[in-house]
């Protein structure tokens, strides 16, 4: 694990430009071309890529640890570097030949995705006729493949599978939409297809992913591709969150070192007990988020490298660990900038950014919180908990 443990050190060296950038990010609506290259400098996107295409088949923590930092850098920077960096571990779960379509010429190529199934798909021989519209592609600008997710249709309204589209950059349109008061400098724009052909090979079912058996496997036999993609995927989203809230806590503590408060004499808000509590509040928050993430991922890894099955208890857990580290994070983030005064409203002022980005991040449909948590008490009740699975 030495050559992760570098791309960490690389991905912290970096952090002061992107800190630098963050403002730049925002006004151009995406992240530079040139931070994508230094990200790739450092390695950080091959972290989650097989090792037979020159990845690292890192620890997701190790991958996890990364975007938190960048996203407390720059919370856009984070959400773009976690969204498309998963994208390399789900690669490695599509059949042989789709790795070799994106990777066999340039082991460096990116993808970007969006998987609410908004689009229409067609079975037709050999593959699929896909077309429509898909929203929220994070980083698209700097992709040149998409991941769509698609529903089958089986007979009558019933769906025959969940699956995802493997479409190279010359079988879909960018349309320029984002204007957002949030992750404003993530670029997420839509993606439009026009009746493209998808081959069979380039198309891979979220039932598959569920259950852990799919073909990519076969070439791809490390742990980190045993685990469910609804036990990565949350997190990519969660993690960016907790980035944030990190960020806007370094932020504070910094400002509020120095700040005086004229509205109560002049005093020094460092000295105030009542912004000492909420500060240590939100560090609480914080430290939960991320400690119960990294557990799960910890536990996660353990089990799959020992070649044991991973119990639904702990798949539910994950999640209802992921969708809690989200609150926790936002929890964090409001109560700092409510302890920031007047000042932190400011487009100057970094909390504003980190506030606006993290509520951004939260409205994501993976942190569903009643979702998620009644998943897991019907599992703690003996119920049915189908859903989970994706």
């Not at 070799?100 to 689009?119: E, F, I, K, N, R």
Request: glycine fraction near 10%; proline fraction near 5%; hydrophobic fraction near 40%.
């Amino acid at each position: 694990m030495e050559g992760a443990a570098a791309v960490a050190s690389g991905v912290r060296d970096l952090l002061p430009v992107l800190r630098d950038r963050a403002q730049e990010a925002e006004d151009r609506r995406t992240i530079s071309a040139e931070t994508i290259k230094s990200l790739a400098a450092t390695g950080f996107f091959r972290l989650l890529q097989p090792a037979r295409f020159g990845g690292y088949e890192a620890h997701p923590v190790t991958f996890f640890g990364c975007v938190r930092d960048i996203a407390a850098a720059c919370g856009s920077t984070g959400w773009v570097a976690s969204v498309i960096g998963v994208h390399n571990w789900q690669m490695a779960l599509f059949p042989d030949q789709a790795q070799q379509d994106v990777w066999g010429d340039d082991p460096g190529t990116l993808m970007s995705s969006s998987y609410a199934p908004t689009g229409r798909i067609k079975a037709v021989d050999g593959g699929y006729r896909v077309s429509g519209r898909w929203s929220f592609s994070s980083g698209s600008d700097h992709a040149t493949w998409v991941l769509l997710g698609g529903i089958v249709p089986g007979e009558g309204d019933t769906p025959a599978d969940f699956r995802t589209f493997l479409l190279p950059a010359a079988d879909y349109s960018i349309e320029d939409v984002w204007h957002t008061i949030g992750l404003r400098g993530t670029g997420s724009n839509d993606i439009v297809v026009a009746d493209a052909f998808v081959p069979a090979h380039r198309s891979l079912s979220f039932g598959d992913t569920a259950r852990c058996v799919c073909p990519g496997q076969e070439v791809n036999p490390a742990p980190l591709y045993r685990i469910p993609y609804g036990s990565i995927f949350p997190n990519t989203i969660t993690t960016p969150i907790i980035g944030m809230a990190t960020g806007a806590y370094e932020a504070h503590v910094t400002y509020m070192r120095e700040r005086v408060r004229a509205a109560y004499a002049g005093t020094r808000a460092a000295d105030d007990p009542y912004s000492q509590v909420r500060v240590a509040r939100a560090a609480a928050d914080v430290d939960a988020a991320w400690l119960a993430l990294t557990a799960d991922m910890n536990e996660l890894m353990s089990l799959v490298t020992a070649g044991e099955r991973l119990p639904m208890r702990l798949r539910l857990r994950v999640r209802r660990d992921q969708v809690r580290g989200t609150e926790l994070a936002i929890q964090a983030v409001d109560r700092l900038f409510e302890n920031s005064g007047g000042r932190a409203i400011y487009t100057s002022h970094p909390m504003q950014r980190y506030w606006r980005d993290a509520h951004a991040g939260r409205v994501h449909a993976i942190n569903d919180p009643e979702r998620a948590l009644s998943m897991y008490g019907r599992g703690e009740f003996g119920l049915s908990v189908a859903d989970a699975m994706v």
